[in-house]
């Protein structure tokens, strides 16, 4: 059996897109209230997004990341699962 060892990046993304706070993450706005988290080349493997207006979904998962639509622009804060 292969043991994967899972890291946690935790991060806050301002309402422009653009990081808050947190290292290991890219992040940008693609259009109202649609968003990206790159997570520098690591495997996601669970994402929690908190803190936003609206209701956030998670509309397009990656290995490395993923698209976040909250509704409207607005700041929020993450927090991802990752295998090293």
């Known amino acids: 059996?292969?043991?994967?060892?899972?890291?946690?990046?935790?991060?806050?993304?301002?309402a422009d897109g653009t990081p808050a706070a947190?290292?290991?993450f890219t992040s940008r706005k693609t259009g109202a209230?649609?968003?990206t988290l790159t997570l520098s080349g690591r495997r996601l493997q669970a994402l929690t997004v908190t803190?936003?207006?609206?209701?956030p979904t998670v509309t397009g998962w990656t290995t490395d990341g993923a698209a976040v639509s909250l509704g409207a622009?607005?700041?929020f804060a993450f927090m991802a699962g990752v295998a090293a």
């Open 51 to 55: 803190g936003a207006a609206g209701t």
């Open 33 to 35: 209230g649609a968003y």
């Open 22 to 24: 947190g290292t290991g």
């Open 1 to 14: 059996m292969r043991t994967v060892t899972v890291h946690t990046i935790v991060g806050r993304v301002n």
């Open 73 to 75: 622009d607005s700041a």
